[in-house]
């Protein structure tokens, strides 16, 4: 399930405007889980457009890698990642990587310094060989236009396929020629130097996906001939496109997965089906669960002094099925996760306090009724 948003404008600054207002957004939505994330620069891929983003959850489970700098703002996606160009000797050596389109029109030598590791296979440079060595996403951006090469082509049969019309394109490593505007095509490693900045070194994190947002330009206006009469009322001019996306119930299983415990879920407030759930023993009389409950949701007049918890709206749900204990509630709680969890215990009869309970913040505590609406508003906002 998806949550898709497609923006369309007149001109080039009101697109990147848009685009920025939309980030911000994304970025707000992020930030309301209170859960650390990611915004990595990434390759607009078969979408098409020059500037896009991926949002991430850090995750060991993830698919991703998502690589940073120790010391600076640089997060880049394993697609876009680059490092800092290093001086190298003049008399470096270098190896070269044969290759072909899949239409056999097109072939091409991929050169790179040589790998300190380099082991040259006894059949010459190939295309298994090649993937230890080179990003093979930053090999597809620095193909010219609309040409891709079949790496299921080894060196031995390469020669065979070349004609006398067969054209033939030299890629080389921006390293060997840092006076251009060319690739990084190596693999980038952990300890690599930031592109960014002076001293900060790179490494990856393993993340989970759950947001994109793409800038398109007019990748598909203009092939649609969908186009807009601009202000001056005289010209016309393809749209500019966008197009943004949230995983929402990619996003619901990454939570799970990040949250989880032993004992059950852990939904931020947010996210969570209610943020407070109020638990009776079979012994509770059912006017007291209620009065509990009116009272955390400021139905009553008790409590609700202090840092403006009288205010503020808490999602509260009663849980006074009579034929459950109170130690099968518990378990039960824990499993569905809420964030809150407020018990009318042993303490409810003889001094009118519950017990408040949160895992995520390891919590228990004793509390008047007076009390408990503040106590569990300070305890969200932290959620």
Not at 60 to 75: F, Q
Not at 107 to 127: E, L, R, V
Not at 278 to 286: D, F, G, I, M, Y
């Amino acid at each position: 399930m998806m949550k898709d948003l497609y923006t369309f404008d007149s001109t080039p600054a009101a697109a990147l405007e848009t685009y920025e207002a939309i980030r911000k957004a994304y970025n707000n939505l992020f930030d309301e889980l209170k859960l650390p994330y990611l915004v990595a620069d990434a390759d607009s891929g078969n979408m098409g457009g020059k500037l896009s983003h991926e949002y991430h959850f850090v995750s060991p489970k993830g698919e991703d890698k998502v690589w940073s700098c120790e010391s600076c703002s640089y997060v880049a996606n394993e697609e876009l990642v680059e490092k800092k160009t290093p001086e190298l000797p003049e008399n470096l050596e270098t190896v070269s990587f044969p290759g072909i389109s899949p239409d056999r029109k097109t072939s091409y030598t991929i050169t790179i310094p040589k790998p300190d590791c380099w082991s040259p296979p006894t059949d010459g440079p190939n295309w298994v060989t090649a993937t230890q060595y080179l990003n093979l996403h930053a090999v597809k951006k620095a193909l010219p236009d609309g040409l891709e090469i079949d790496t299921g082509i080894s060196h031995s049969t390469l020669d065979a396929l070349l004609t006398k019309t067969t054209q033939h394109h030299v890629i080389t490593d921006r390293t060997l020629s840092p006076d251009s505007n060319g690739h990084d095509l190596t693999i980038t490693h952990p300890g690599s130097s930031c592109p960014q900045c002076s001293s900060g070194t790179l490494d990856f994190q393993r993340a989970i996906e759950v947001g994109h947002t793409f800038h398109l330009g007019t990748r598909y206006s203009a092939p649609l001939n969908a186009v807009v009469s601009l202000p001056d009322g005289k010209t016309r001019a393809p749209m500019q496109m966008g197009c943004h996306g949230i995983g929402v119930s990619r996003l619901i299983g990454a939570i799970a997965s990040l949250m989880a415990d032993s004992r059950g879920l852990n939904w931020p407030r947010v996210v969570a089906p209610w943020e407070v759930v109020v638990l009776t023993t079979p012994q509770t009389r059912e006017d007291d669960g209620v009065e509990v409950y009116d009272v955390l949701r400021g139905v009553r007049g008790v409590g609700g002094s202090g840092s403006g918890s009288g205010e503020v709206e808490v999602d509260v749900v009663l849980d006074d099925r009579p034929i459950k204990s109170l130690g099968w509630k518990l378990k039960d709680a824990d499993l569905i996760g809420y964030p809150v969890v407020v018990v009318l215990g042993r303490n409810w009869e003889a001094k009118r306090e519950v017990e408040v309970q949160c895992r995520r913040l390891g919590v228990r505590k004793s509390v008047g009724v007076g009390e408990v609406r503040e106590e569990v508003v300070e305890l969200l906002e932290q959620l």
